[in-house]
Protein backbone atom coordinates (compact mmCIF):
# COMPACT_ATOMS: atom_id res chain seq x y z
CA UNK A 1 0.00 0.00 0.00
CA UNK A 2 3.22 2.28 0.37
CA UNK A 3 3.14 3.00 -3.75
CA UNK A 4 -0.63 4.58 -3.26
CA UNK A 5 -0.55 8.39 -2.08
CA UNK A 6 -1.79 8.40 1.38
CA UNK A 7 -4.76 10.79 0.49
CA UNK A 8 -5.69 7.62 -1.51
CA UNK A 9 -5.15 5.39 1.55
CA UNK A 10 -7.29 7.92 3.97
CA UNK A 11 -10.42 7.98 1.45
CA UNK A 12 -9.93 4.65 0.81
CA UNK A 13 -10.61 4.31 4.74
CA UNK A 14 -13.66 6.46 5.17
CA UNK A 15 -15.43 4.76 2.53
CA UNK A 16 -14.72 0.91 3.09
CA UNK A 17 -16.51 0.55 6.45
CA UNK A 18 -19.40 2.07 5.42
CA UNK A 19 -19.76 0.71 2.74
CA UNK A 20 -19.65 -3.01 3.99
CA UNK A 21 -21.53 -1.43 6.92
CA UNK A 22 -24.47 -0.72 4.65
CA UNK A 23 -23.71 -4.04 2.57
CA UNK A 24 -24.49 -6.16 5.29
CA UNK A 25 -27.35 -4.00 6.79
CA UNK A 26 -29.10 -4.29 3.13
CA UNK A 27 -28.75 -7.98 3.16
CA UNK A 28 -29.56 -8.55 6.10
CA UNK A 29 -32.64 -6.76 6.23
CA UNK A 30 -33.42 -8.86 2.88
CA UNK A 31 -33.07 -12.14 4.05
CA UNK A 32 -35.10 -11.72 7.33
CA UNK A 33 -38.06 -10.42 5.35
CA UNK A 34 -37.57 -13.49 2.96
CA UNK A 35 -36.49 -15.96 5.72
CA UNK A 36 -40.12 -15.19 7.58
CA UNK A 37 -41.75 -16.68 4.61
CA UNK A 38 -40.03 -19.30 3.73
CA UNK A 39 -40.33 -20.70 7.65
CA UNK A 40 -44.23 -20.24 7.15
CA UNK A 41 -43.72 -21.74 3.36
CA UNK A 42 -41.59 -24.60 5.03
CA UNK A 43 -43.84 -25.48 7.69
CA UNK A 44 -46.79 -25.92 5.33
CA UNK A 45 -45.46 -27.95 3.20
CA UNK A 46 -44.32 -30.10 6.42
CA UNK A 47 -40.31 -29.86 5.35
CA UNK A 48 -37.21 -30.08 6.86
CA UNK A 49 -36.08 -26.87 8.64
CA UNK A 50 -32.19 -27.17 6.90
CA UNK A 51 -34.15 -26.26 3.34
CA UNK A 52 -35.26 -22.82 4.32
CA UNK A 53 -31.17 -21.92 4.74
CA UNK A 54 -30.46 -23.72 1.47
CA UNK A 55 -33.44 -21.56 0.08
CA UNK A 56 -31.98 -18.23 1.37
CA UNK A 57 -28.24 -19.69 0.47
CA UNK A 58 -29.72 -19.41 -3.00
CA UNK A 59 -30.95 -16.07 -2.57
CA UNK A 60 -27.92 -14.38 -1.82
CA UNK A 61 -26.92 -13.65 -5.20
CA UNK A 62 -30.19 -11.42 -5.72
CA UNK A 63 -29.87 -10.17 -3.09
CA UNK A 64 -26.02 -8.98 -3.08
CA UNK A 65 -26.90 -7.25 -6.32
CA UNK A 66 -29.34 -4.85 -5.07
CA UNK A 67 -27.29 -4.44 -2.07
CA UNK A 68 -23.83 -3.43 -3.81
CA UNK A 69 -25.00 -0.40 -5.67
CA UNK A 70 -26.46 0.92 -2.43
CA UNK A 71 -23.11 0.17 -0.42
CA UNK A 72 -20.85 1.82 -2.73
CA UNK A 73 -23.26 5.03 -2.99
CA UNK A 74 -23.64 5.69 0.74
CA UNK A 75 -20.21 4.45 1.60
CA UNK A 76 -19.24 7.07 -0.64
CA UNK A 77 -21.71 9.58 0.34
CA UNK A 78 -21.09 9.49 4.23
CA UNK A 79 -17.13 9.21 3.86
CA UNK A 80 -17.61 12.89 1.89
CA UNK A 81 -19.80 13.93 4.23
CA UNK A 82 -17.50 13.63 6.72
CA UNK A 83 -14.67 15.10 5.17
CA UNK A 84 -17.21 18.47 4.36
CA UNK A 85 -18.48 18.57 7.73
CA UNK A 86 -15.09 18.59 9.50
CA UNK A 87 -13.49 21.13 7.14
CA UNK A 88 -11.10 18.73 5.62
CA UNK A 89 -12.52 18.40 2.39
CA UNK A 90 -12.08 22.81 2.18
CA UNK A 91 -8.50 22.13 3.53
CA UNK A 92 -8.24 19.77 0.57
CA UNK A 93 -9.49 21.85 -1.86
CA UNK A 94 -7.22 24.70 -1.02
CA UNK A 95 -4.33 22.64 -1.68
CA UNK A 96 -5.38 22.25 -4.69
CA UNK A 97 -6.69 18.86 -4.88
CA UNK A 98 -10.10 18.68 -7.37
CA UNK A 99 -13.09 16.55 -6.59
CA UNK A 100 -11.86 14.59 -9.85
CA UNK A 101 -8.70 13.54 -8.13
CA UNK A 102 -10.41 12.89 -4.82
CA UNK A 103 -12.47 10.07 -6.69
CA UNK A 104 -9.67 8.39 -7.77
CA UNK A 105 -10.15 5.56 -4.42
CA UNK A 106 -14.36 5.47 -5.16
CA UNK A 107 -13.97 4.91 -8.87
CA UNK A 108 -11.13 2.18 -8.06
CA UNK A 109 -14.09 0.52 -5.72
CA UNK A 110 -16.87 0.87 -8.37
CA UNK A 111 -14.62 -0.27 -11.06
CA UNK A 112 -14.48 -3.53 -9.01
CA UNK A 113 -17.87 -3.48 -7.31
CA UNK A 114 -19.38 -3.27 -11.62
CA UNK A 115 -17.24 -6.28 -12.78
CA UNK A 116 -18.64 -8.52 -9.53
CA UNK A 117 -22.16 -7.33 -10.16
CA UNK A 118 -21.66 -7.88 -13.61
CA UNK A 119 -20.51 -11.79 -13.04
CA UNK A 120 -23.19 -12.04 -10.08
CA UNK A 121 -26.30 -10.78 -12.65
CA UNK A 122 -25.00 -12.59 -15.45
CA UNK A 123 -24.13 -15.97 -14.24
CA UNK A 124 -24.77 -16.66 -10.60
CA UNK A 125 -28.05 -14.96 -10.13
CA UNK A 126 -29.79 -17.12 -13.16
CA UNK A 127 -28.21 -20.13 -11.94
CA UNK A 128 -28.89 -19.67 -8.19
CA UNK A 129 -32.84 -19.00 -9.20
CA UNK A 130 -32.96 -21.73 -11.34
CA UNK A 131 -31.54 -23.72 -7.73
CA UNK A 132 -34.21 -21.89 -6.00
CA UNK A 133 -37.08 -22.84 -7.69
CA UNK A 134 -35.89 -26.66 -8.18
CA UNK A 135 -35.87 -26.52 -4.12
CA UNK A 136 -39.36 -24.88 -4.30
CA UNK A 137 -40.55 -27.71 -6.84
CA UNK A 138 -38.91 -30.44 -4.39
CA UNK A 139 -40.11 -29.05 -1.47
CA UNK A 140 -43.83 -29.22 -2.67
CA UNK A 141 -43.91 -32.48 -4.43
CA UNK A 142 -42.29 -34.23 -1.41
CA UNK A 143 -39.03 -35.05 -2.37
CA UNK A 144 -36.99 -33.32 0.23
CA UNK A 145 -38.92 -35.82 2.70
CA UNK A 146 -41.73 -33.82 4.31
CA UNK A 147 -42.41 -35.01 7.52
CA UNK A 148 -45.31 -36.89 9.23
CA UNK A 149 -47.22 -34.26 10.80
CA UNK A 150 -47.97 -35.35 14.69
CA UNK A 151 -51.26 -36.17 15.40
CA UNK A 152 -52.87 -35.51 12.00
CA UNK A 153 -54.14 -37.87 9.04
CA UNK A 154 -51.14 -38.12 6.46
CA UNK A 155 -52.28 -39.72 3.12
CA UNK A 156 -49.45 -41.58 1.83
CA UNK A 157 -49.81 -43.64 -1.71
CA UNK A 158 -53.43 -42.56 -2.55
CA UNK A 159 -54.25 -45.95 -0.24
CA UNK A 160 -52.73 -45.46 3.41
CA UNK A 161 -53.61 -43.50 5.88
CA UNK A 162 -51.18 -42.63 8.85
CA UNK A 163 -51.69 -40.56 12.42
CA UNK A 164 -49.21 -40.59 14.90
CA UNK A 165 -49.68 -39.44 18.52
CA UNK A 166 -45.79 -38.23 19.18
CA UNK A 167 -42.71 -38.57 17.77
CA UNK A 168 -39.11 -38.76 19.58
CA UNK A 169 -35.66 -38.99 18.60
CA UNK A 170 -36.07 -36.55 15.57
CA UNK A 171 -38.11 -38.88 14.16
CA UNK A 172 -36.91 -42.36 14.90
CA UNK A 173 -38.97 -43.53 17.48
CA UNK A 174 -42.88 -42.91 16.96
CA UNK A 175 -45.12 -43.62 19.36
CA UNK A 176 -49.18 -43.77 19.41
CA UNK A 177 -49.54 -45.38 15.51
CA UNK A 178 -52.71 -45.81 13.56
CA UNK A 179 -52.58 -46.63 10.24
CA UNK A 180 -55.62 -47.61 7.62
CA UNK A 181 -54.59 -49.45 4.35
CA UNK A 182 -56.67 -50.48 1.67
CA UNK A 183 -56.07 -52.23 -1.69
CA UNK A 184 -57.22 -52.83 -4.82
CA UNK A 185 -59.17 -56.15 -3.71
CA UNK A 186 -61.15 -54.38 -1.53
CA UNK A 187 -59.29 -55.78 1.56
CA UNK A 188 -59.14 -53.16 4.35
CA UNK A 189 -56.26 -53.57 7.23
CA UNK A 190 -56.73 -51.32 10.55
CA UNK A 191 -53.59 -50.91 12.39
CA UNK A 192 -52.89 -49.87 16.11
CA UNK A 193 -49.31 -49.96 17.56
CA UNK A 194 -47.88 -48.80 20.40
CA UNK A 195 -44.39 -47.62 18.60
CA UNK A 196 -42.85 -48.14 15.37
CA UNK A 197 -39.92 -46.27 13.47
CA UNK A 198 -39.37 -46.27 9.86
CA UNK A 199 -36.31 -48.24 7.96
CA UNK A 200 -35.11 -47.89 4.30
CA UNK A 201 -34.66 -50.63 2.14
CA UNK A 202 -31.56 -50.59 0.31
CA UNK A 203 -32.94 -53.13 -2.57
CA UNK A 204 -35.95 -50.85 -3.20
CA UNK A 205 -35.42 -47.38 -2.73
CA UNK A 206 -39.00 -46.08 -3.44
CA UNK A 207 -40.47 -48.61 -0.83
CA UNK A 208 -40.07 -47.92 3.11
CA UNK A 209 -40.58 -50.29 6.18
CA UNK A 210 -42.85 -49.16 8.97
CA UNK A 211 -41.47 -51.79 12.11
CA UNK A 212 -44.98 -51.80 14.45
CA UNK A 213 -44.13 -53.26 17.85
CA UNK A 214 -47.03 -54.27 20.31
CA UNK A 215 -50.90 -53.97 18.49
CA UNK A 216 -53.30 -55.95 16.55
CA UNK A 217 -54.53 -55.23 13.04
CA UNK A 218 -58.56 -55.58 12.03
CA UNK A 219 -58.52 -57.25 8.57
CA UNK A 220 -62.12 -56.57 6.60
CA UNK A 221 -62.60 -58.30 3.41
CA UNK A 222 -65.94 -57.91 1.27
CA UNK A 223 -68.55 -60.65 2.32
CA UNK A 224 -66.43 -61.76 5.15
CA UNK A 225 -66.38 -61.14 9.13
CA UNK A 226 -63.94 -59.29 10.58
CA UNK A 227 -60.29 -60.71 11.84
CA UNK A 228 -58.17 -59.73 14.89
CA UNK A 229 -54.59 -60.03 14.67
CA UNK A 230 -52.24 -59.36 17.55
CA UNK A 231 -48.81 -59.23 17.32
CA UNK A 232 -45.08 -58.32 18.86
CA UNK A 233 -43.75 -57.03 15.70
CA UNK A 234 -45.19 -56.45 12.51
CA UNK A 235 -43.45 -54.55 9.01
CA UNK A 236 -45.95 -52.68 7.10
CA UNK A 237 -44.28 -51.90 3.65
CA UNK A 238 -45.00 -48.35 2.35
CA UNK A 239 -44.57 -47.63 -1.18
CA UNK A 240 -43.71 -43.78 -1.54
CA UNK A 241 -45.28 -41.75 -4.12
CA UNK A 242 -43.32 -41.53 -7.49
CA UNK A 243 -41.49 -37.95 -7.92
CA UNK A 244 -41.74 -36.01 -10.85
CA UNK A 245 -38.51 -34.97 -12.60
CA UNK A 246 -37.81 -31.12 -12.52
CA UNK A 247 -37.73 -29.27 -15.73
CA UNK A 248 -34.34 -28.23 -16.95
CA UNK A 249 -33.00 -24.29 -16.38
CA UNK A 250 -34.11 -22.23 -19.09
CA UNK A 251 -37.71 -22.29 -18.05
CA UNK A 252 -38.12 -18.23 -17.29
CA UNK A 253 -35.90 -15.75 -18.77
CA UNK A 254 -34.04 -14.90 -15.87
CA UNK A 255 -32.71 -18.09 -15.62
CA UNK A 256 -30.57 -17.64 -18.96
CA UNK A 257 -26.95 -16.28 -18.12
CA UNK A 258 -26.01 -13.52 -20.50
CA UNK A 259 -24.60 -15.42 -23.32
CA UNK A 260 -27.86 -17.33 -23.70
CA UNK A 261 -29.81 -13.93 -23.74
CA UNK A 262 -27.80 -13.05 -26.23
CA UNK A 263 -28.41 -16.26 -28.46
CA UNK A 264 -32.08 -16.43 -27.62
CA UNK A 265 -32.96 -12.88 -27.98
CA UNK A 266 -31.38 -11.78 -31.33
CA UNK A 267 -32.59 -15.27 -32.63
CA UNK A 268 -34.72 -14.77 -35.56
CA UNK A 269 -36.42 -18.33 -35.68
CA UNK A 270 -37.27 -18.30 -32.00
CA UNK A 271 -41.01 -16.57 -31.03
CA UNK A 272 -41.24 -12.32 -30.72
CA UNK A 273 -42.73 -12.94 -26.98
CA UNK A 274 -39.40 -14.75 -26.54
CA UNK A 275 -37.33 -12.53 -28.38
CA UNK A 276 -38.47 -10.01 -26.33
CA UNK A 277 -38.22 -10.66 -22.69
CA UNK A 278 -34.70 -11.93 -23.29
CA UNK A 279 -33.98 -8.67 -24.64
CA UNK A 280 -35.65 -6.78 -22.06
CA UNK A 281 -33.86 -8.89 -19.38
CA UNK A 282 -29.93 -8.30 -20.92
CA UNK A 283 -30.54 -4.61 -21.26
CA UNK A 284 -32.12 -4.43 -17.64
CA UNK A 285 -28.91 -6.33 -16.32
CA UNK A 286 -26.58 -4.17 -18.43
CA UNK A 287 -28.42 -0.92 -17.39
CA UNK A 288 -28.00 -2.09 -14.29
CA UNK A 289 -24.21 -2.57 -13.67
CA UNK A 290 -23.36 0.35 -15.99
CA UNK A 291 -25.42 2.58 -13.40
CA UNK A 292 -22.69 1.50 -10.50
CA UNK A 293 -19.97 3.61 -12.48
CA UNK A 294 -22.42 7.02 -11.71
CA UNK A 295 -22.84 6.18 -8.04
CA UNK A 296 -20.14 8.29 -6.85
CA UNK A 297 -20.13 11.29 -8.62
CA UNK A 298 -24.12 11.09 -7.07
CA UNK A 299 -22.35 10.28 -3.55
CA UNK A 300 -20.04 13.12 -4.18
CA UNK A 301 -22.88 15.58 -5.57
CA UNK A 302 -25.06 15.07 -2.27
CA UNK A 303 -22.87 14.37 0.37
CA UNK A 304 -21.28 18.05 0.40
CA UNK A 305 -23.78 20.32 2.46
CA UNK A 306 -24.01 24.12 1.93
CA UNK A 307 -21.70 26.36 4.17
CA UNK A 308 -23.03 26.20 7.97
CA UNK A 309 -25.54 23.42 7.42
CA UNK A 310 -25.39 19.77 8.82
CA UNK A 311 -28.54 18.34 6.96
CA UNK A 312 -28.41 14.58 6.20
CA UNK A 313 -30.70 15.33 3.17
CA UNK A 314 -28.74 14.37 1.06
CA UNK A 315 -28.54 10.61 2.57
CA UNK A 316 -32.15 10.67 2.28
CA UNK A 317 -32.48 12.44 -1.50
CA UNK A 318 -29.80 9.76 -2.50
CA UNK A 319 -31.65 6.87 -1.19
CA UNK A 320 -34.83 7.78 -2.68
CA UNK A 321 -33.17 8.70 -6.17
CA UNK A 322 -31.68 5.12 -6.40
CA UNK A 323 -34.59 3.10 -5.44
CA UNK A 324 -36.91 5.55 -7.40
CA UNK A 325 -34.71 4.66 -10.22
CA UNK A 326 -34.45 1.05 -9.59
CA UNK A 327 -38.17 1.02 -9.77
CA UNK A 328 -38.14 2.85 -13.38
CA UNK A 329 -35.59 0.20 -14.87
CA UNK A 330 -37.77 -2.89 -13.49
CA UNK A 331 -41.19 -1.24 -15.09
CA UNK A 332 -39.19 -0.33 -18.42
CA UNK A 333 -38.21 -4.07 -18.19
CA UNK A 334 -41.91 -5.27 -17.78
CA UNK A 335 -42.88 -3.23 -20.69
CA UNK A 336 -40.15 -4.42 -22.92
CA UNK A 337 -40.92 -7.87 -22.03
CA UNK A 338 -44.75 -7.49 -23.21
CA UNK A 339 -43.45 -5.88 -26.78
CA UNK A 340 -44.52 -2.48 -25.79
CA UNK A 341 -41.38 -0.62 -26.07
CA UNK A 342 -38.23 -0.66 -27.88
CA UNK A 343 -35.61 -2.42 -24.52
CA UNK A 344 -33.29 0.27 -25.85
CA UNK A 345 -35.59 3.22 -24.99
CA UNK A 346 -37.41 1.68 -22.32
CA UNK A 347 -33.87 1.06 -20.57
CA UNK A 348 -31.42 3.12 -21.82
CA UNK A 349 -34.05 6.09 -22.30
CA UNK A 350 -34.29 6.53 -18.52
CA UNK A 351 -30.52 5.94 -17.86
CA UNK A 352 -29.86 8.79 -20.23
CA UNK A 353 -31.80 11.40 -17.89
CA UNK A 354 -30.62 9.88 -14.98
CA UNK A 355 -27.18 10.28 -15.87
CA UNK A 356 -27.42 13.27 -17.49
CA UNK A 357 -29.01 14.65 -13.55
CA UNK A 358 -26.07 13.29 -12.25
CA UNK A 359 -23.69 14.97 -14.70
CA UNK A 360 -25.13 18.19 -13.75
CA UNK A 361 -25.31 18.21 -10.34
CA UNK A 362 -21.90 16.82 -10.18
CA UNK A 363 -20.60 19.97 -11.98
CA UNK A 364 -22.53 22.16 -10.41
CA UNK A 365 -20.91 20.67 -6.97
CA UNK A 366 -17.04 20.95 -9.01
CA UNK A 367 -16.84 23.61 -11.58
CA UNK A 368 -19.50 26.27 -10.73
CA UNK A 369 -18.56 28.39 -7.52
CA UNK A 370 -20.98 28.34 -4.89
CA UNK A 371 -22.85 25.43 -6.58
CA UNK A 372 -24.76 22.71 -4.40
CA UNK A 373 -27.07 20.67 -5.68
CA UNK A 374 -28.80 19.91 -2.35
CA UNK A 375 -29.16 23.40 -1.08
CA UNK A 376 -32.14 24.65 -2.92
CA UNK A 377 -33.93 21.30 -1.97
CA UNK A 378 -32.35 22.21 2.19
CA UNK A 379 -33.61 25.41 1.92
CA UNK A 380 -37.30 24.29 0.23
CA UNK A 381 -37.40 21.36 3.21
CA UNK A 382 -36.17 24.60 5.45
CA UNK A 383 -39.52 26.41 4.39
CA UNK A 384 -41.94 23.42 4.52
CA UNK A 385 -40.63 23.15 8.44
CA UNK A 386 -41.23 26.83 9.33
CA UNK A 387 -44.75 26.60 7.47
CA UNK A 388 -45.14 23.81 9.45
CA UNK A 389 -44.35 25.25 12.42
CA UNK A 390 -46.14 28.31 12.41
CA UNK A 391 -49.55 26.25 11.14
CA UNK A 392 -48.93 24.34 14.31
CA UNK A 393 -48.96 27.46 16.66
CA UNK A 394 -52.12 29.20 14.78
CA UNK A 395 -54.41 26.78 13.81
CA UNK A 396 -57.15 26.40 16.86
CA UNK A 397 -56.98 22.64 16.81
CA UNK A 398 -53.20 22.14 17.10
CA UNK A 399 -53.08 24.95 19.89
CA UNK A 400 -56.20 23.02 21.69
CA UNK A 401 -53.91 18.89 21.46
CA UNK A 402 -51.56 21.09 22.66
CA UNK A 403 -53.19 22.52 25.67
CA UNK A 404 -54.76 18.50 25.99
CA UNK A 405 -51.46 17.40 26.26
CA UNK A 406 -49.88 19.34 28.10
CA UNK A 407 -52.48 18.87 31.16
CA UNK A 408 -51.64 15.16 30.32
Known amino acids: MKFIPAIDRYIFRLVLMP ?3 VFLIAAMLLMLDKMLKLFDFVASMGGPVSVVFRMLANMLPEYASLAIPLGLLLGTLLAFRKLATSSELDTMRAVGLSYTRLLRMPYAFAIALAVLNFGIVGYF ?3 SRYYYEQLTFELQSGALGASIKVGEFTTLADRMA ?7 EDGRQLLGIFARVADKQGQV ?14 EN ?8 SDGQIIQEMPGQMPRVLSFSRHDLPIDLPSVEAFR ?10 LPELLRIGWNSQVS ?7 QASFNYRMVEVVMMLMMPLLAVALAVPPKRSSSPLGVFVAIVMVVAYHKVNEYGQSVAALGRMDPLLALWGPFLAFAGIIGWMYWRLAYVPGGQPIAGLERFAGNV ?8 RRHPGARKLAGLRDAA
Open 19 to 21: MLA
Open 125 to 127: QPL
Open 162 to 168: LRIEQSR
Open 189 to 202: LSVSAREGRFLALK
Open 205 to 212: PDTVVLRL
Open 248 to 257: KRGGKEREYI
Open 272 to 278: QSLRNST
Open 385 to 392: GKWLKRFW
